[in-house]
């Protein structure tokens, strides 16, 4: 194990913030895992987990280890002619695990194409885009529990998934995901094309009886038209969750904007566009500064170059105060601020 000091985050997160961690050192084994905590407990050390880095914003210097996981490897646990168990660790990157997945002629991942970060994030918030959340295909969890240092395997069932939610996010310093087991099927044809975005691009290119192949492709066609590369604008992908509110609220809310996008959500209420609040308040394609909101997606909060952390922040909070004020709706992030 080998512990770097006074290291720059910024290659680490995809927001492509400048920030240093006073201790840094990568994980590439359950061991080294045991090792490092160990470490941590020994020194009464702080500690943040980094797989991509893709759903974090460091406000600050990190005063503590980052220990970027970096475990690899994909093992077939089970398969039959119709379907396969695989299980994959944390550091896998998610979109190579999606077209690796499909060059195979497994299927299920193909709706999450391109979605940035790490196999280990995917449960922890429950990842989910164009119809498809990644609850759907999982089997179980494989955890490291940070006190005992012990692993364990977490089932569908325990997992507690909901709209980008999980029992790994609700309880953080517990548990450290090591590897997530996913049910492909094989020999499919059936894919799931209900997103309206996936139907109208698979018209405009003719294609009747799509392939997972073709989803994908779509997918990765639609993010790329809406979404901001990391590499190219630092961003985390949708910077709030998608408000759920109850249905009083959006009836008065309908009642002032007819047009206003909304899904069902459980418990009879409604889920609406954060994206949406945010344009009509006015935020869409505004820069402040080295930050601002993306031009084509008002939920993407982007870094021109050179933004603090602390700036990405204050933008964020005046878009909650604005859209708290004009509709009554309070948006969460869903950005991990470190
Ligand atoms: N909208 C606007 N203005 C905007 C953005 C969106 O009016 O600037 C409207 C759209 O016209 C549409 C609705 O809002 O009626 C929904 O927009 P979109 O289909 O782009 O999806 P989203 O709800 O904004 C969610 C996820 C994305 C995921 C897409 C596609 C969340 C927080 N975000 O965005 O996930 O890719 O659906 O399934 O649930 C992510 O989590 O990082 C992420 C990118």
Not at 120 to 136: C, L, M, R, T, W
Not at 165 to 170: G, L, N, Q, R, T
């Amino acid at each position: 194990m080998k512990i770097h000091n006074n290291i720059s985050l910024k290659a680490y997160n995809t927001f492509g913030i400048e920030s240093i961690a006073t201790q840094f050192v990568e994980i590439d084994s359950i061991d080294a895992l045991k090792e490092v905590l160990k470490y941590i407990e020994d020194h009464h050390l702080n500690y943040y987990i980094l797989g991509g880095g893709s759903n974090t914003l460091f406000s600050q210097n990190f005063d503590g280890i980052v220990i970027h996981l970096q475990i690899k490897g994909i093992t077939i646990i089970k398969e039959n002619s119709n379907a396969v168990l695989l299980k994959v660790c944390a550091g896998e990157n998610w979109h190579e695990l999606v077209m690796w997945s499909l060059a195979q002629g497994y299927t299920g991942l193909e709706n999450l194409a391109l979605i940035p970060g790490n196999v280990g994030s995917s449960p922890i918030q429950n990842i989910g885009a164009y119809g498809v959340e990644v609850k759907d295909v999982i089997d179980c969890v494989e955890v490291m529990e940070v006190t005992t240092q012990s692993i364990q395997k977490i089932m569908h069932s325990e997992c507690q998934f909901g709209y980008r939610d999980s029992i790994f996010k609700k309880s953080k310093r517990k548990y450290i995901v090591t590897a997530v087991s996913f049910n492909l099927k094989k020999n499919q044809s059936q894919v799931n094309t209900t997103y309206g975005a996936i139907q109208s691009v698979l018209i405009q290119k003719g294609i009747v009886q799509p392939t997972a192949l073709d989803i994908a492709n779509t997918v990765i066609q639609i993010r790329q038209s809406k979404l901001p590369d990391p590499k190219v604008l630092g961003n985390s992908g949708s910077f709030f969750k998608n408000p759920v509110i109850s249905k009083t609220l959006f009836s008065k809310l309908q009642s002032l904007f007819p047009e206003i996008p909304h899904y069902p959500a459980p418990d009879d209420q409604v889920k609406l566009a954060a994206g949406w609040l945010i344009e009509q308040a006015g935020f869409k394609g505004k820069r402040f500064g080295e930050v601002g909101v993306h031009e084509q997606q008002a939920l993407v909060l982007v870094n021109y170059g050179n933004a603090q952390g602390t700036e990405v922040v204050a933008l964020a909070q005046k878009i909650q105060q604005t859209v708290l004020t004009q509709f009554g709706v309070t948006l969460e992030m869903e950005v991990n601020i470190v």
